[in-house]
């Protein structure tokens, strides 16, 4: 017997998961995203913060792209981000999203809404489907709602839904994009522990947030951006007690 043998240098030669290079943006005159450079490792969680209007909900949206850029590269596990079709499915399966706005279909049930995807992009045959989405929803906290329309549950747990249906994908790093500034104020602690516990997960997560104690607690890196560029990188404690810019810095005073 032929003993095949598989040695560490045979895995893959990194751990980048998401890599943008000098990509740019602009929306007509209005120069959005400024030449970034960005590094996301398996297993990390970078939380971006900056003021309205500085790019954050664009940056995020370039890497499913929902935009195009105009120049530079983005990469997701080493490849380039499909043009179109199939490929394009599956990289926005990959690259699980959530938004302010819950985005559910309002004319399926919960559980339909997290089965959709799995049975459509997947390939999933609907056991199998039913049975992760049923899963999920347990692990969320919303597993007795499975069979109510999203109109029928509060923002938090149609935002929970939200997060269970882009999970249900398998995705390799999930986005969000300030899943709670939309929620009334005694909601946001339900939907920041499921997160949390994502990230304990092990999960690739880049967070928009203004949530500055989830970045404390959650980060490993903050990422800080203004007028379309990233001015500051840092973990957490670095940038909380002592930012260096004084962007970050007037930012930080207005928030905290
Ligand atoms: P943030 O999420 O940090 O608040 P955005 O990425 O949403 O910032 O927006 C950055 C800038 O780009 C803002 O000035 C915004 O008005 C502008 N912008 C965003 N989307 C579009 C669009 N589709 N067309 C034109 N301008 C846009
Ligand atoms: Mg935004």
């Known amino acids: 017997m ?11 030669a990194t751990d980048e998961l998401v890599v943008l290079g000098g990509v740019n943006k602009h929306f007509g005159a209005l120069h959005v995203l400024q030449d970034i450079d960005l590094t996301i490792t398996r297993g990390e969680v970078v939380v971006v913060i900056g003021p309205s209007g500085s790019g954050k909900s664009t940056l ?3 890497i499913n792209r929902l935009e195009t850029i105009d120049s530079g590269s983005i990469t997701v596990d ?3 981000l499909p043009q179109e079709g199939r490929e394009l499915a599956r990289l926005r399966a990959d690259v699980g999203m959530v938004f302010q706005s819950f985005n559910l279909f309002a004319h399926k049930t919960v559980l339909q809404n997290v089965m959709l995807g799995q049975v459509k ?3 999933t045959d609907k056991k199998a489907a039913e ?6 929803l347990d692990r969320v906290g919303v597993g007795v709602q499975a069979d109510k329309y999203p109109a029928q549950l509060s923002g938090g747990q149609q935002q929970r839904v939200a ?6 994908m398998d995705p390799k790093v999930m986005l969000f ?4 500034s939309a929620l009334d104020p005694e909601m946001i602690n339900e939907v920041l522990e499921v997160m ?13 947030t203004h949530e500055m104690g989830f970045a404390r607690s959650a980060a490993n890196r903050v990422v800080f951006m203004a007028d379309g560029r990233i001015v500051e990188e840092a973990t957490p404690e670095q940038f909380f007690s002592n930012p260096r810019s004084d962007r970050a810095k007037d930012f930080l005073s207005k928030i905290l």
């Not at 032929?2 to 893959?12: H, M």
């Not at 049975?131 to 999920?136: E, G, N």
């Not at 994009?177 to 709670?180: Q, V």
């Open 121 to 123: 992009v997947r390939k």
């Open 163 to 168: 997060i269970a249906r882009a999970l249900a």
């Open 196 to 208: 949390q516990q994502l990230a304990r997960d092990g999960m690739t997560m880049i967070v928009v």
């Open 131 to 136: 049975d992760r989405a049923r899963q999920l």
């Open 2 to 12: 032929t003993e095949v043998s598989v040695t560490k240098d045979a895995a893959p």
């Open 60 to 62: 995020c949206r370039t």
């Open 177 to 180: 994009d300030e899943p709670t």
């Open 78 to 80: 080493g490849k380039p």
